[in-house]
């Protein structure tokens, strides 16, 4: 299966699946696309010419000449070499669905699962053909600007097919990461799910409203973190000592405020004060308007990736 030109099947065509194809489509493949919502095609078509158009590569027309809607999961994935999932986050629709596709699909085909949370060891339990090419291929939000994709294998899942599904994405100008454990969330969740709890435990103590938790961030360190992420920039603060000197000098002090961090449970209470703290930081704003000026600055930040060779 080589990665100049394959056939891609998208299951699932809302948001998440839209930015798929796109991605897809972008990258000079052929998709292949079922979904069993009325109106789904028309949908799908008009969201990836937005996505193409949000994503300045240009016009779409030429794109969707290689975009196909089948009538049927099963002849979606029939001539598949790779198949992305983007079904309901419901275990047991996902269990069926996938099940349905390892049925259906070749046996030499790469099945991805855009799950946000569960393992793949899930997901596979009702596949009977073979469960193990069935991986997480999680993407983040918004799917069709943001490189990073987690990979997640089972157990059963050999090294080629973890192999080839790196690959694939890195032919479409994703950036994979390889997740080595089953955990729920992945990675990218869980690191932020972390960030959530103390963010929340602040505000539920009163210690600074949500609009300086979002500024603190924003105009701090997720300024850093966007360039190199937090373990690398954490070592350029050791300067010539790098993560030793860091951890020797500043490891200590760390340790008391991580042991001093809070667990929260959403409660009515806190959770008033997280939705009218978030509306009094937006009042006034247009979450569309929000929503299009955070694209066009993610574009921006991601061609300066390119330019300085953090992207392909």
Same mark, same amino acid.
């Given at each position: 299966?080589?990665?100049?030109?394959?056939?891609?099947?998208?299951?699932?065509?809302? /948001?998440?699946?839209?930015?798929?194809?796109?991605?897809? &489509?972008?990258?000079?493949?052929? /998709?292949?696309?079922?979904?069993?919502?009325?109106?789904?095609?028309?949908?799908?078509?008009?969201?990836?010419?937005?996505?193409?158009?949000?994503?300045?590569?240009?016009?779409?027309?030429?794109? &969707?000449?290689? !975009?196909?809607?089948?009538?049927?999961?099963?002849?979606?994935?029939?001539?598949? +070499?790779?198949?992305?999932?983007?079904?309901?986050?419901? %275990?047991?629709v996902k269990q069926s669905m996938l099940a349905e596709i390892d049925a259906a699909a070749p046996e030499s085909a790469i099945i991805a699962s855009s799950t946000s949370g569960f393992s793949p060891s899930q997901l596979n339990a009702q596949a009977r053909k073979a469960p193990g090419r069935i991986v997480v291929g999680h993407p983040f939000n918004p799917a069709h600007l943001v490189p990073l994709v987690e990979v997640v294998p089972s157990a059963d899942t050999s090294a080629a097919v973890v192999d080839r599904a790196l690959e694939v994405y890195r032919a479409i100008g994703k950036k994979p990461i390889l997740v080595r454990?089953?955990?729920?969330? $992945?990675?990218?969740?869980?690191?932020?799910?972390?960030?959530?709890? #103390?963010? @929340?435990? %602040? *505000?539920?103590?009163?210690?600074?409203?949500?609009?300086?938790?979002?500024? =603190?961030?924003? @105009?701090?360190?997720?300024?850093?973190?966007?360039? %190199?992420?937090?373990?690398?920039?954490?070592?350029?603060?050791?300067?010539?000592?790098?993560?030793?000197? *860091?951890? +020797? $000098? %500043?490891?200590?002090?760390?340790?008391?405020?991580?042991?001093?961090?809070?667990?929260?449970?959403?409660?009515?209470? !806190?959770? #008033?004060?997280?939705?009218?703290?978030?509306? #009094?930081?937006?009042?006034?704003?247009?979450? =569309? *308007?929000?929503?299009?000026?955070?694209? +066009?600055?993610?574009?921006?930040?991601?061609?300066?990736?390119?330019? @300085?060779?953090?992207?392909?």
């Amino acid at each position: 299966m080589s990665t100049q030109s394959i056939n891609l099947a998208i299951i699932g065509t809302g /948001v998440i699946g839209a930015a798929w194809a796109t991605g897809f &489509l972008t990258a000079g493949h052929r /998709v292949t696309a079922f979904d069993p919502a009325e109106g789904a095609e028309e949908r799908l078509r008009e969201q990836v010419t937005n996505c193409v158009e949000d994503a300045g590569s240009g016009s779409a027309a030429s794109l &969707l000449d290689n !975009l196909t809607f089948a009538p049927s999961l099963a002849e979606a994935v029939a001539g598949a +070499d790779f198949v992305q999932e983007n079904g309901p986050e419901r %275990l047991e629709v996902k269990q069926s669905m996938l099940a349905e596709i390892d049925a259906a699909a070749p046996e030499s085909a790469i099945i991805a699962s855009s799950t946000s949370g569960f393992s793949p060891s899930q997901l596979n339990a009702q596949a009977r053909k073979a469960p193990g090419r069935i991986v997480v291929g999680h993407p983040f939000n918004p799917a069709h600007l943001v490189p990073l994709v987690e990979v997640v294998p089972s157990a059963d899942t050999s090294a080629a097919v973890v192999d080839r599904a790196l690959e694939v994405y890195r032919a479409i100008g994703k950036k994979p990461i390889l997740v080595r454990a089953e955990l729920p969330g $992945h990675v990218a969740n869980r690191l932020q799910a972390a960030m959530w709890q #103390e963010a @929340y435990s %602040l *505000v539920e103590r009163g210690v600074v409203t949500v609009s300086d938790i979002d500024t =603190a961030i924003s @105009y701090g360190p997720g300024l850093r973190w966007a360039i %190199l992420g937090p373990l690398a920039q954490q070592s350029l603060s050791g300067g010539a000592g790098g993560m030793r000197h *860091v951890l +020797d $000098h %500043l490891g200590p002090p760390q340790e008391v405020w991580m042991r001093d961090l809070r667990q929260v449970h959403l409660g009515e209470d !806190l959770k #008033e004060k997280l939705i009218s703290g978030v509306d #009094e930081e937006l009042r006034g704003r247009d979450p =569309a *308007v929000l929503a299009k000026q955070r694209d +066009d600055m993610l574009l921006e930040l991601i061609a300066l990736k390119r330019k @300085y060779g953090e992207l392909p």
